[in-house]
């Protein structure tokens, strides 16, 4: 699954048709695990939060469906904590 950012912001309800859609077709294409690649969402901010609760049905049904979810978080999704120096 590709950066779901621009989707959390604006359309979420197409971020969570995308996760429906591999749940629905899972058994088909043997599907064995989901890999989520970049931000879930484009502000980290908790003014932001909807965002979050836009997509959260997405990880839901992969976790009804017990399919396994590796997110490999982007830079928006977390929040950095330290500098370089």
């Given at each position: ?8 912001e ?35 901010y ?22 396994p ?17």
């Amino acid at each position: 699954m590709p950066d779901t950012q621009l989707y959390a912001e604006a359309t979420p309800w197409m971020a969570n048709e995308m996760f429906e859609h591999i749940v629905d077709n899972a058994d088909e294409r043997k599907t064995e695990l989901v890999i989520h690649a970049g931000d879930w969402v484009n502000r980290e901010y908790l003014d932001d939060e909807h965002q979050w609760r836009g997509v959260e049905p997405a990880a839901r049904a992969l976790e009804e469906a017990d399919i396994p979810l590796m997110v490999s978080w982007g830079t928006t999704t977390t929040r950095r904590t330290a500098t370089a120096a």
